[in-house]
């Protein structure tokens, strides 16, 4: 027990000494999440239109003024089709608009009337997101103009309703669980790198030949991560409550025990990684490639596990963040779930002791074995 | 096995590389209890390999080793609490104090954490709050031998705690080993010092993976050069042949007139200074060693000299051409050593030489050429395909000397060559420096070994970034009044008033 004791304090004497474990600990989530806040948007893009008129009905000058009026869309407008087309290439704008001299005709006579829409399909999101601005634009424009009686009215009308989350805003779906790619990183990067060190600079080898035994070297080097780990946790939490408005609706005790369930599987990962490698490079690139890769694109917080093909479906239960994202989630916008708080934790807890045992069992006894 | 009996070893083979490197080869040893042993032999012998498997950090491949009464295979928890283990790099915490690395390998060790008599003695009391990384070397020693200490144990094992120490601070290790040992405690003791190990109880010869000789050192010799002698011919010999590197240099520009220049430099680092004031002037053909304790700011003055460090203050001259208005005019006269291995540990020894030779600018032809030559020279055939990274330390430093004279500089500085190095592996090294500045090649030269010293025509002892005498060893000796260069040094240091820093 002593020599567990010690062993943690002397860890956490370098932690505070060496401040990269803090940066790691305390910037590193802030810069994940303020980019995940911001840099990432799933939902509205700004695309800058071009409009050539060809139809001189002044009713089509609300058309156009009404483009100019939308949040998501700014609009130019053009006399020369040849430049809108040059300016397409040239990336200046993402899309053109155009009106042929027959619209408010074909309109006012009761036929089909027709707009062109060139889109840079080079970029298959915008696209789709100016397609639908266009189209919402023109048929709110068209319940407004004296055409209105000319248009016959859709058979069906979808009223959607997005639960837990009304707005539909990505950023309370994403912010939340970005915090699986956040802890995974931090949990594997902390620890990465720790018993690695201790080959590096030779220290293994004065700690081997005293009493301590492997159970003291892994309980020593979990138990200051954990705590370092979970004190992020904390800090990452109260920025996405404060910060980014996010709503919390479940309970903080369960919140935080499946995370600490989250975070001991991870730290196992990352002491895995470290008592595989016995240098800190090999150690850190394995971190990243291991740890943040698969958190990021098959825990389902970008990606959904269900379009995955069938086998690496079943490739993610063994990947600690899928079953976060799962939990975090629901915790945050729904609410505690007992289903889901049950099956995480369980898959948490089994992940985490297997990784454990794993490496106790890699720990090193002698130089050579 | 009596009671007497500390360690016993019978047949012990360990292997490396899937039984390709039979590091212990058949090896069988008997220590008594009480005793200081010195451990010899060249790089590569097996010495670490056979004082990790005393202390049970490795397993052996066939036979069995008793230490203490214990197996340190099946047994090593209970035996590990009877050794105090020292290994070459110390096993400091780098970025802890070195009060926080004594309370830690305290409690490890289950010891009261009462460290002060030992700091006093060691002179690291004032020092106690400061990271074991910012210590000089010597320090670093004395703080790892104290966490090895510690305990009492009844067999202290230390893997080369000297090397890269100089004389006053060897000393001091010296001292408190022997201080600290009991009656009955043994002492084993690796080195590459001969004077050390000659005034050892026994000494035990490794070579090749097995023991050569073991007995009393003065039984082999009564002096140190004698004793020198006898273990380098129990080794195999060493004939001093003629250098096929001074043979093979094309040097130009020879003459008269000062191939090194040092004029006032001055190193100042915030408003510590590593070189307060050095002014030196060497001949061109001249064997000039800078010598001093740790942390005199020697390596210090060579980064500057090399146009590696830029100084404060002053200049240096390579063959006349300023170092600080023209650095890689002046360098491309110059071949460097540096103290660290500073090679490409990952590339093949082929490899580091073809860099080497792109790098100092000879090309196709002219680069085989000197690639082959030294490979010749250095006998590196059978290594061309390894990494330098795992050549034995004695093939390490000669790759690096071969990379620092490929390109045939008129003036070579050597940062500690030799530390570490097997006796016979400096005989050859001093041989080529000898026959190089026979030729006319100017070398500044940083040792610990004060036998090596005594090669150099001139000496310039450097002591907190001043240098406090300069003269042939002889006019050394004459100043401090001694008998040997150890002494002379010893008590240079000490007269100007011998403060760690």
């Given at each position: 027990m002593n020599i567990t004791l010690a062993f943690v304090k002397k860890e956490f004497l370098q932690i505070i000494r060496d401040p990269s474990s803090l940066i790691i600990a305390f910037v590193l989530p802030t810069l994940l999440l303020f980019i995940y806040a911001?840099?990432?948007?799933?939902?509205a893009v700004n695309v800058r239109l071009g409009i050539k008129n060809d139809?001189?009905?002044?009713?089509i000058a609300d058309l156009i003024k009404s483009f100019g009026q939308n949040r998501y869309v700014t609009s130019a407008v053009y006399n020369n089709q040849n430049q809108m087309y040059k300016d397409i290439v040239s990336s200046k704008i993402k899309g053109a608009l155009l009106i042929p001299d027959d619209f408010s005709a074909r309109l006012a006579a009761g036929k089909q009337a027709q707009l062109l829409l060139i889109a840079d399909g080079a970029e298959i999101n915008q696209v789709s997101y100016t397609q639908s601005y266009v189209s919402s634009i023109v048929s709110q424009w068209l319940q407004n103009s004296r055409f209105k009686s000319n248009v016959s009215q859709p058979a069906v009308n979808i009223q959607p309703r997005y639960w837990y989350n009304q707005n539909n805003n990505a950023r309370w779906a994403l912010v939340p669980s970005s915090l699986a790619v956040t802890m995974t990183l931090i949990g594997i990067l902390l620890t990465a790198l720790v018993i690695s060190r201790e080959w590096e600079r030779g220290t293994m080898e004065a700690l081997l030949s005293t009493n301590i035994k492997p159970i003291h070297i892994v309980l020593g080097k979990y138990i200051p991560y954990f705590i370092v780990g979970m004190l992020s946790l904390a800090f990452s939490i109260l920025m996405i409550i404060t910060l980014f408005d996010v709503p919390f609706r479940g309970s903080f005790w369960i919140l935080f025990l499946v995370s600490a369930l989250f975070l001991y599987a991870s730290l196992g990962i990352g002491l895995i990684i470290s008592s595989a490698a016995k240098n800190q490079f090999l150690a850190s690139i394995a971190s990243l490639i291991i740890g943040f890769l698969p958190a990021l694109m098959?825990?389902?917080?970008?990606?959904?596990?269900?379009?995955?093909p069938l086998f690496f479906q079943y490739f993610t239960?063994?990947?600690?963040p899928k079953h976060y994202v799962d939990f975090i989630r629901s915790e945050f916008?729904?609410?505690?779930v007992a289903v889901n708080v049950v099956s995480s934790s369980l898959f948490l807890l089994t992940l985490g002791f297997l990784f454990s045992v794993i490496v106790y069992k890699k720990t090193a006894r002698r130089l050579d074995a | 096995m009596t009671e007497t009996t500390c360690i016993e070893i019978k047949n012990l083979t360990k292997t490396f590389s899937n039984g390709e490197v039979?590091?212990?080869?058949n090896l069988s040893l008997r220590l008594e209890k009480g005793q200081t042993v010195g451990i010899i032999g060249a790089d590569g012998a097996g010495k670490t390999t056979l004082l990790r498997l005393i202390c049970g950090l490795l397993q052996p491949d066939s036979g069995t080793i008793s230490v203490c009464g214990l197996n340190?295979?099946?047994q090593k928890s209970l035996l590990n609490a009877k050794i105090g283990y020292m290994p070459q790099k110390f096993g400091?915490?780098?970025?802890?104090s070195v009060l926080d690395n004594l309370n830690f390998y305290a409690a490890l060790k289950n010891?009261?954490?009462?460290?002060n008599q030992m700091l006093e003695f060691a002179d690291l009391k004032r020092f106690?709050?400061?990271?074991?990384?910012?210590?000089?070397g010597g320090m670093k020693q004395k703080l790892g031998l104290i966490c090895a200490l510690?305990?009492?144990?009844?067999l202290i094992v230390l893997d080369?705690?000297?090397?890269?120490?100089?004389p006053v601070s060897r000393r001091e290790l010296l001292k408190m080993v022997k201080t600290t040992v009991q009656n009955q405690t043994t002492v084993l003791w690796s080195t590459a010092y001969m004077d050390e190990a000659h005034g050892f109880d026994t000494v035990v010869v490794v070579d090749r993976g097995k023991i050569i000789y073991q007995g009393k050192p003065q039984d082999l010799a009564a002096d140190t050069l004698g004793f020198e002698n006898k273990v380098i011919e129990l080794m195999g010999g060493y004939a001093p042949k003629p250098s096929l590197v001074a043979q093979n240099y094309h040097l130009?520009?020879?003459?008269?007139?000062?191939?090194v220049e040092a004029v006032d430099l001055v190193k100042r680092y915030g408003d510590f200074y590593a070189v307060k004031n050095n002014t030196f002037h060497i001949k061109k053909g001249e064997i000039f060693g800078l010598l001093g304790p740790n942390g005199a700011g020697k390596s210090t003055s060579f980064k500057m000299m090399c146009g590696l460090a830029r100084p404060t203050g002053g200049t240096a001259r390579i063959m006349g051409i300023d170092i600080v208005k023209q650095a890689s005019l002046a360098r491309s006269h110059l071949g460097y050593m540096a103290?660290?291995?500073?090679?490409?540990?990952?590339?093949s020894v082929r490899e580091n030489l073809e860099f080497f030779a792109g790098a100092y600018g000879l090309k196709g032809k002219l680069a085989d050429e000197a690639v082959s030559r030294m490979t010749e020279i250095f006998g590196f055939r059978r290594f061309l395909?390894?990494?330098?990274?795992?050549?034995p330390l004695g093939y390490k430093q000669r790759l690096s000397l071969a990379c620092a004279v490929m390109h045939n500089p008129p003036v070579l500085f050597l940062d500690e060559?030799?530390?570490?190095?097997?006796v016979i592996t400096r005989r050859e090294f001093w041989n080529h420096l000898t026959s190089l500045a026979q030729k006319g090649v100017t070398i500044l030269i940083t040792t610990h070994f004060m036998d090596e010293a005594e090669f150099c025509d001139r000496i310039s002892l450097f002591y907190k970034g001043k240098t406090i005498a300069t003269g042939t060893p002889q006019e050394l000796k004459r100043l401090a009044g001694a008998q040997s260069m150890e002494d002379a040094f010893v008590n240079l240091i000490l007269q100007n008033g011998r403060e760690i820093s």
């Amino acid at each position: 027990m002593n020599i567990t004791l010690a062993f943690v304090k002397k860890e956490f004497l370098q932690i505070i000494r060496d401040p990269s474990s803090l940066i790691i600990a305390f910037v590193l989530p802030t810069l994940l999440l303020f980019i995940y806040a911001y840099g990432i948007n799933l939902d509205a893009v700004n695309v800058r239109l071009g409009i050539k008129n060809d139809d001189s009905n002044p009713e089509i000058a609300d058309l156009i003024k009404s483009f100019g009026q939308n949040r998501y869309v700014t609009s130019a407008v053009y006399n020369n089709q040849n430049q809108m087309y040059k300016d397409i290439v040239s990336s200046k704008i993402k899309g053109a608009l155009l009106i042929p001299d027959d619209f408010s005709a074909r309109l006012a006579a009761g036929k089909q009337a027709q707009l062109l829409l060139i889109a840079d399909g080079a970029e298959i999101n915008q696209v789709s997101y100016t397609q639908s601005y266009v189209s919402s634009i023109v048929s709110q424009w068209l319940q407004n103009s004296r055409f209105k009686s000319n248009v016959s009215q859709p058979a069906v009308n979808i009223q959607p309703r997005y639960w837990y989350n009304q707005n539909n805003n990505a950023r309370w779906a994403l912010v939340p669980s970005s915090l699986a790619v956040t802890m995974t990183l931090i949990g594997i990067l902390l620890t990465a790198l720790v018993i690695s060190r201790e080959w590096e600079r030779g220290t293994m080898e004065a700690l081997l030949s005293t009493n301590i035994k492997p159970i003291h070297i892994v309980l020593g080097k979990y138990i200051p991560y954990f705590i370092v780990g979970m004190l992020s946790l904390a800090f990452s939490i109260l920025m996405i409550i404060t910060l980014f408005d996010v709503p919390f609706r479940g309970s903080f005790w369960i919140l935080f025990l499946v995370s600490a369930l989250f975070l001991y599987a991870s730290l196992g990962i990352g002491l895995i990684i470290s008592s595989a490698a016995k240098n800190q490079f090999l150690a850190s690139i394995a971190s990243l490639i291991i740890g943040f890769l698969p958190a990021l694109m098959m825990s389902g917080i970008v990606f959904p596990v269900k379009s995955m093909p069938l086998f690496f479906q079943y490739f993610t239960h063994i990947l600690p963040p899928k079953h976060y994202v799962d939990f975090i989630r629901s915790e945050f916008l729904s609410g505690t779930v007992a289903v889901n708080v049950v099956s995480s934790s369980l898959f948490l807890l089994t992940l985490g002791f297997l990784f454990s045992v794993i490496v106790y069992k890699k720990t090193a006894r002698r130089l050579d074995a | 096995m009596t009671e007497t009996t500390c360690i016993e070893i019978k047949n012990l083979t360990k292997t490396f590389s899937n039984g390709e490197v039979r590091a212990v080869d058949n090896l069988s040893l008997r220590l008594e209890k009480g005793q200081t042993v010195g451990i010899i032999g060249a790089d590569g012998a097996g010495k670490t390999t056979l004082l990790r498997l005393i202390c049970g950090l490795l397993q052996p491949d066939s036979g069995t080793i008793s230490v203490c009464g214990l197996n340190p295979v099946t047994q090593k928890s209970l035996l590990n609490a009877k050794i105090g283990y020292m290994p070459q790099k110390f096993g400091l915490y780098e970025d802890l104090s070195v009060l926080d690395n004594l309370n830690f390998y305290a409690a490890l060790k289950n010891v009261s954490p009462d460290f002060n008599q030992m700091l006093e003695f060691a002179d690291l009391k004032r020092f106690q709050n400061r990271l074991a990384g910012k210590l000089s070397g010597g320090m670093k020693q004395k703080l790892g031998l104290i966490c090895a200490l510690m305990g009492m144990p009844e067999l202290i094992v230390l893997d080369e705690p000297s090397v890269g120490v100089d004389p006053v601070s060897r000393r001091e290790l010296l001292k408190m080993v022997k201080t600290t040992v009991q009656n009955q405690t043994t002492v084993l003791w690796s080195t590459a010092y001969m004077d050390e190990a000659h005034g050892f109880d026994t000494v035990v010869v490794v070579d090749r993976g097995k023991i050569i000789y073991q007995g009393k050192p003065q039984d082999l010799a009564a002096d140190t050069l004698g004793f020198e002698n006898k273990v380098i011919e129990l080794m195999g010999g060493y004939a001093p042949k003629p250098s096929l590197v001074a043979q093979n240099y094309h040097l130009n520009g020879s003459g008269d007139g000062f191939a090194v220049e040092a004029v006032d430099l001055v190193k100042r680092y915030g408003d510590f200074y590593a070189v307060k004031n050095n002014t030196f002037h060497i001949k061109k053909g001249e064997i000039f060693g800078l010598l001093g304790p740790n942390g005199a700011g020697k390596s210090t003055s060579f980064k500057m000299m090399c146009g590696l460090a830029r100084p404060t203050g002053g200049t240096a001259r390579i063959m006349g051409i300023d170092i600080v208005k023209q650095a890689s005019l002046a360098r491309s006269h110059l071949g460097y050593m540096a103290q660290k291995f500073s090679l490409y540990a990952n590339l093949s020894v082929r490899e580091n030489l073809e860099f080497f030779a792109g790098a100092y600018g000879l090309k196709g032809k002219l680069a085989d050429e000197a690639v082959s030559r030294m490979t010749e020279i250095f006998g590196f055939r059978r290594f061309l395909n390894d990494n330098a990274g795992d050549l034995p330390l004695g093939y390490k430093q000669r790759l690096s000397l071969a990379c620092a004279v490929m390109h045939n500089p008129p003036v070579l500085f050597l940062d500690e060559p030799t530390s570490g190095v097997d006796v016979i592996t400096r005989r050859e090294f001093w041989n080529h420096l000898t026959s190089l500045a026979q030729k006319g090649v100017t070398i500044l030269i940083t040792t610990h070994f004060m036998d090596e010293a005594e090669f150099c025509d001139r000496i310039s002892l450097f002591y907190k970034g001043k240098t406090i005498a300069t003269g042939t060893p002889q006019e050394l000796k004459r100043l401090a009044g001694a008998q040997s260069m150890e002494d002379a040094f010893v008590n240079l240091i000490l007269q100007n008033g011998r403060e760690i820093s």
